[in-house]
């Protein structure tokens, strides 16, 4: 699955151009990192392990170019708490 991209947002838009996934973030710290500061997944697609890809591209993005990411939503937190995989990427607080 790919998602397109932004500055700021990785997303998926459906057939008709309706947004049906996001991940949002911004940089910080004098753009030295990343803050992700919302997740979005239409009903239609919940339960297919979407958000958690999202994340992933940001937590890819991060590692290419050095930066650390402060998960401010609430899936975002949860992502950094269960997968062990992040911790190279997570911000110190």
Known sequence: MA???EPGRYFMNDENGKLIAEVTYQEIDDGQNF????TFVD???RGQGIAGKLVRA?????????????PLCTFA?????????????????
Do not use: C, M, N, W
Not at 35 to 38: F, P, S
Not at 58 to 70: M, P, Q, S
Not at 79 to 85: D, Q, S
């Open 58 to 70: 940001v937590v890819d993005e991060a590692r290419a170019t050095g930066k650390k990411i402060e």
């Open 77 to 93: 937190r949860h992502e950094f708490a269960t997968k062990e995989a992040y911790a190279d990427v997570l911000r110190p607080t």
């Open 35 to 38: 803050v992700i500061d919302h």
């Open 43 to 45: 009903p239609v697609l």
């Open 3 to 5: 998602f397109q991209h």
